[in-house]
């Protein structure tokens, strides 16, 4: 099947610690995204990537890092500099020549 | 820099009914726009996108319109089904930004009642 996939779906980390949540897609899609979403928030672009090697900072980077060393993926890791990380994040793709992101299933991030 | 409302947060229908969803964006220089459909704890799966040259998209019971001078943008449901239970947002693209940033809506969580 051809997809986007997100692991783990949930994940709970301590405080101070780094963790990298994971983002797979096998549609030969070129552009790359992690976004965050809140409750009673619209999702928030954290960090995009148009082409292997590239990644540009969306609009809440800070305290996030992220690479992208290969087409089909573009990990996200949410560093102990991220004062608030509990949420749920989404990664999403696209290919050139069409407008539309597509969306993994999401991973749960929550702060103990 | 782009704003996008949605009102209500909210909806609750009877199963049968039609129904509009509404979005509001502040910034008329659009590129595009787009509804997204999302299941409780899932992720987003795109409904309709319509370019700023177009006036509205249809989907089967889904039409979706685009007045990018009044910075409204509505997503008309017909024949409701409960399965059509979801939150629906909204996401606009800023011209000198192409796709690569999406301004959502915080969405309106739709209810059908059977």
Redesign the interface.
Known sequence: DGG?T?SPKYLFRKEGQNVTLSCEQNLNHD?MYWYRQDP??????IY?S?IVNDF?K??IAEGYSVSREKKESFPLTVTSAQKNPTA?Y?C?S?TWGT????????T?LTVL | KQEVTQIPAALSVPEGENLVLNCSFTDSAIYNLQWFRQDPGKGLTSLLLIQSSQREQTSGRLNASLDKSSGRSTLYIAASQPGDSATYLCAGSAVNFGNEKLTFGTGTRLTIIP
Request: a positive charge; zero cysteines.
């Open positions: 986007i997100q552009a009673g928030q619209g999702l928030r672009l995009y148009q540009q969306g609009d749920f989404l999403a696209r407008d539309t992101q597509y969306f993994g299933p999401g749960r």
